[in-house]
């Protein structure tokens, strides 16, 4: 093939028609490839997107369809009401929608906070210093993140009996931060280790305190981190429901436990319509807060995971 | 070419002054790590470190407390050893004063079945989310229009809680339900023995692979693009360049991804719990191990405990043999630290 291109001089000027031709074909085949391999890349992409969303799709139409058309199989909305919603809030069947997501809400902002606040000094320690022991730390760290739930439960749930606390708030926030802490240290730590310190060197340098380097130089640049960590830790509490199954009562129910014990008209007849509603109440926030950190969550996701 | 004229420094002989300020210095750092850490320390101590103790501790009494046949005497519960474990274990209850075979029903009777479920939903489900979520990375991971759209729905499985996510898949797998009609089946999703087992795999997959997709594109982003460039040049096929290339330097950020995933699958507790309540089948055809133990706190505290210490130890176990295999290197990098350590 390529053996017309290398011939010699001499030969040249009668060969090159078919030099070009076969250049050109072989362009126009490149191109053909190209194409075809983008069309298929389209494909995949479109039934990867009908996959992730075509469930939660279904979750939005019933919602909004009237309970009476409950099974219908109409892929579009129809019989389109707002009931459902109305009924998702409508306290005289013993759901409490609206004081489930002021608790989900007020705990998982206190949990958040607690970590960010106890996990922020520990990641920087643990990103930025080297001391004895500190693989005993961070082992212990990354194992209560792996622990599982009724490890904890169980002590907690005869501690709490005892104590009477069953169904307080603090059942709920103290065993929470258990799982938010050990997020929280972990995820900070993978971004704190990223940052550029010389610049706190620098500033050092430059006159300032360990503490003012911190505050004027590093703080900034770490506000993005601790931004994701906390909507990463915020988003983990609001998804909890070993816990909250357990360790809750009616009067502090979080929105997990109210969507799995929910409630109709008619007993032993489950009321989805309604239910979809609900969800969609407690998921909304939750997309929304996610497709506008986008970049920010899917770094904060993988950062612990693939830079080692 | 100018460095040939200024002269390297002759190297300071090692003075005991510099060497004890060098020594002054690590401790301080200590010192400051030290109070850094403190508070997570203790927290943690509080919250995890302390009910794990009192677990075990409980693991080792007696629910049953009351009167004695034998004594008439009142008996508080006391240290039974490890009466809570080898119940599980060998599924025997007390039955006055005696050691029987567990009926059909209890607990205990159900431990096997659950170790089974825990681990089949534990491998097949890790398993398919490897391969979608590998294939979703490698499309994520082409440049096309349109992939901050593909990249956004990826999320949208991620965000839903998993109770919602129950609740909706226990919509879509009703027996009148939408997957039923339009496949035409009648298959009872939440009932049959391996139909619940199914609808439970199919759930946890849909829920999870954009995690599994989004761990496993990161390590495909710290691929250098010219490594393929070099293969494409050496004539290397599509195939070729996957097996070759991707694979083993995906490897890393893979291995972590798998371990994760396996390690949060053996704890699998809301998806069963809320989509077929751990039935199907028998009645727990669906049951985790996290299942079982909620099931036994109710009533025995002590022996929930001494099964919620089974679980740690499985999965401890399991963590422990995948590091040790795959080499995981799940701490990340440690020279990167000790290197601007050495600098401060």
Redo the contacts between chains.
């Keep these: 093939m390529s053996s017309t291109s290398v011939a010699g001089p001499a030969t040249a000027t009668a060969e090159r028609p078919v030099f070009a031709e076969e250049t050109l074909a072989r362009v126009r085949a490149r191109r053909r490839r190209a194409a075809g391999a ?1 069309a298929r ?2 494909i ?2 479109v039934l ?2 009908v ?3 075509l ?2 799709y ?2 939005i139409v ?1 919602a909004f369809r009237d309970p009476q058309y409950t ?1 219908d ?1 109409t892929p579009w909305p129809t019989h389109v009401t707002l009931g459902n919603f109305a009924s998702a809030f409508d306290t005289s069947y013993g759901n409490y929608l609206g004081r489930a997501l002021g608790n989900s809400f007020f705990i998982c902002v206190v949990v958040t906070v ?1 970590a960010l ?3 922020i ?12 022991g ?2 005993l ?8 993140s ?14 709490f009996s005892q104590l009477h606390w069953s169904g307080q708030y603090q059942a709920l926030i ?2 929470y ?2 799982g938010a ?2 997020l929280t ?1 972990y995820t900070l730590n ?1 971004f704190f ?1 990223e940052m550029p ?1 010389e610049l706190e ?1 620098a500033a050092r340098i430059d006159g300032c305190t360990s503490a003012q380097a911190f505050r004027i130089v590093i703080l900034p640049l770490a506000a993005p981190a601790v931004f994701t960590t906390a909507i990463l830790a915020f ?1 983990a509490s ?2 909890e ?2 816990l909250a ?2 360790l809750s009562s009616d009067q502090t129910q979080t ?3 109210a ?2 014990n ?1 409630a109709g008209t008619t007993p032993h007849v ?1 009321p ?1 319509t309604i ?2 509603a609900a ?1 969609v109440v ?2 909304i926030p ?2 929304i ?3 506008i950190f ?1 970049r920010r ?2 770094a904060g ?2 950062a ?5 | 070419m100018t460095s040939s004229v200024v002269q390297a420094p002759a190297p300071l002989p090692p003075s005991r002054a510099g060497r004890e300020s060098a020594e002054a210095n690590r401790r301080r750092i200590t010192r400051v790590a030290l109070y850094l850490l403190a508070p997570t320390i203790v927290a943690m101590a509080i919250v995890v470190a302390y009910p794990i103790v009192i677990s075990i501790i409980n693991s080792f009494q007696s629910d049953f407390s009351g009167i004695d046949p034998k004594t008439g005497l009142f008996q508080q519960g006391g240290f039974v050893g490890l009466e809570n474990y080898t119940n599980w274990l060998l599924q025997q209850c007390q039955s006055g004063g005696k050691t029987v075979s567990c009926p059909a029903g209890t607990n205990e009777s159900q431990f096997y079945d659950s170790v089974f479920a825990t681990f089949l939903f534990t491998v097949v489900t890790v398993a398919l989310e490897t391969a979608f979520g590998m294939w979703m990375a490698l499309i994520m991971n082409r440049s096309f229009r349109g992939r901050g759209i593909l990249r956004a729905a990826v999320l949208v499985p991620w965000a839903i809680p998993t109770a919602v996510t129950a609740k909706l898949w226990y919509f879509i797998f009703a027996t009148n339900g939408v997957l039923n009609t339009v496949l035409g089946l009648h298959t009872l999703w939440t009932a049959d023995l391996w139909a619940s087992r199914w609808a439970i795999i199919i759930a946890d997959t849909w829920k999870t692979t954009p995690f599994m997709a989004l761990l496993i594109l990161a390590g495909l982003q710290l691929i250098p693009e010219d490594v393929y460039e070099a293969a494409r040049m050496d004539g290397a096929s599509t195939a070729q360049q996957f097996v070759r290339i991707t694979l083993p330097l995906l490897k890393p950020a893979l291995v972590v991804a798998i371990l994760f995933r396996t390690l949060d699958a053996l704890r699998m507790y809301d998806l069963p719990a809320i989509l077929t309540q751990g039935g199907g089948g028998g009645g727990d055809a669906t049951t985790t191990l996290s299942i079982l133990v909620v099931r036994e706190l109710r009533s025995h505290i002590d022996s929930a405990s001494a099964l919620s210490t089974i679980t740690f130890i499985i999965i401890f176990a399991v963590a422990f043999i995948f590091i040790r295999l795959l080499g995981a290197n799940i701490t990340g990098s440690e020279k990167k630290a000790r290197k601007v350590a050495k600098e401060l």
């Design positions: 983008a890349t389209a995949q992409a990867i997107v996959w992730c969303l469930p939660f279904w979750m019933t099974y199989p607690i606040v106890l996990g000094s520990g990641s920087y320690a643990l990103a930025r210093l080297d001391f004895p500190k693989g730390v961070m082992g212990f760290i990354l194992g209560a792996m622990f599982p739930g009724v490890a904890i439960l169980t002590p907690l749930f005869g501690l103290i065993p931060i258990a802490l050990p240290v993978s280790r310190w060197e988003i609001w998804n429901y070993l199954s357990v929105v997990t436990v969507i799995a929910f489950e989805y239910i979809m969800g407690v998921t939750l997309i807060l996610v497709l986008q969550i899917v996701l993988t612990g995971g693939v830079k080692g």
